[in-house]
């Protein structure tokens, strides 16, 4: 499995930002894709999950209502929809892959992106 994230930038306070994250050799009936993002000095947090057993999962309050993950089987690709963006969402983006369902914990995945990076200014 290779990862591979796109679509981070620099965008103003209240605005909106797609992420990709393209899966290669990922069968999506066996594999959970999540988001995770990590600001500077602060530890890598799980953001959301999504996988076929368990649909969508939103692990943090603070992107509820804001964030969407969504998947394109056909184009091996997840997406992040994020809306409403805030400063304190500054932080560099990853995808990672898992062989079990969806966990909030990164030491469940094994495959991981390279990250973009998404700079919100105030």
């Known amino acids: 499995v290779q990862l591979v994230e796109s679509g981070g930038g620099l965008v103003h306070a209240g605005g909106s930002l797609r992420l990709s994250c393209v899966a290669s050799?990922?069968?999506?009936?066996?594999?959970?894709v999540a988001w995770f993002r990590q600001a500077p000095g602060k530890e890598r947090e799980g953001l959301s999950c999504?996988?076929?057993?368990?649909?969508?999962?939103y692990f943090r309050d603070s992107v509820k209502g804001r964030f969407t993950i969504s998947r394109d089987t056909v184009k091996n690709t997840v997406y992040l929809q994020m809306d409403n963006l805030r400063p304190e969402d500054s932080a560099v983006y990853y995808c990672?892959?898992?062989?079990?369902?969806?966990?909030?914990?990164?030491?469940?995945?094994?495959?991981w992106g390279q990250g973009t990076q998404v700079t919100v200014s105030s």
């Open positions: 999504i996988s076929r057993k368990d649909g969508s999962i």
């Open positions: 990672a892959s898992s062989w079990n369902n969806c966990q909030s914990e990164e030491l469940w995945y094994d495959t």
């Open positions: 050799r990922l069968s999506w009936d066996y594999y959970a």
